[in-house]
């Protein structure tokens, strides 16, 4: 059964450009959430969807910005990219059940120059 | 909003000695679940163990359990027998149970470094 799959794993982007970041949830898993995760600020929450609905929204700018499609991957997207962007971006999936937790992706990490 | 504190930053244990890593956290809610997660250097969080929030007893998953104290927003990691593949990151997680209504996701602290000595 694969994993949760998260693409790209590195990327280097210049700030002011965009990015997009890609997950896929494990099968049949229907919510997909993602997570900034950086030495200062540690882990934080995002945003989460389920069904192609945001659920739930993090405390970020509205410079992040996500989606998710029929077939439950999800992408999110940064805009106007700052060097504080710089982070390991996760993405976990579930059923949509939170009792049964959270499968994480290894992460894309971001770096802006 | 929900806080998570875990208060020891970094913790070293003797391979094959028990460990226990602390979390407390911060909640006017009364039904929650609450994770582990460990990270090794690959990245990938893996979940360690959960506990629900209206179930008084300690969950288990082989060599690690929980002290879960409701009344004291306790829940404290025990490993016992550590192994080298133990060593990575532990972090506590908190996950309200009202889906939506502005609930943020998953709260996580801001971890534990776990060195196991050989």
């Known amino acids: 059964k694969a994993g949760v799959t998260q693409t790209p794993r590195y990327l280097i982007k210049t700030r002011g450009q965009q990015v997009t970041l890609s997950c896929s949830p494990i099968s049949g898993h229907r919510s997909v959430s993602w997570y900034q995760q950086t030495p200062g600020q540690g882990l934080q929450f995002l945003f989460e969807y389920f069904s192609e609905t945001q659920r739930n929204k993090g405390n970020f700018p509205g410079r992040f910005s996500g989606r998710q499609f029929s077939n439950s991957r999800s992408e999110m997207n940064v805009s106007t990219l700052e060097l504080g962007d710089s982070a390991l971006y996760l993405c976990?999936?579930?059923?949509?059940?939170?009792?049964?937790?959270?499968?994480f992706g290894s992460g894309t990490r971001l770096t802006v120059v | 909003a929900q806080t998570v504190t875990q208060s020891q930053p970094e913790m070293s244990v003797q391979e094959a000695e028990t460990v226990t890593l602390s979390c407390t956290y911060d909640t006017s809610e009364s039904d929650y679940y609450l994770f582990w997660y460990k990270q090794p250097p690959s990245r990938q969080m893996i979940l360690v163990i959960r506990q629900e929030a209206y179930k008084q007893q300690n969950a288990t998953e082989n060599r690690f359990s929980v002290n879960f104290q409701k009344a004291a927003k306790s829940f404290s990691l025990k490993i016992s027998d550590s192994q080298l593949g133990d060593a990575a990151m532990y972090f506590c997680?908190?996950?309200?149970?009202?889906?939506?209504?502005?609930?943020?996701?998953?709260?996580f602290g801001k971890g534990t470094h776990l060195i196991i000595q050989p």
């Open positions: 976990a999936s579930s059923y949509g059940q939170e009792t049964y937790g959270y499968t």
């Open positions: 997680a908190y996950r309200s149970a009202y889906s939506g209504g502005g609930a943020d996701g998953l709260t």
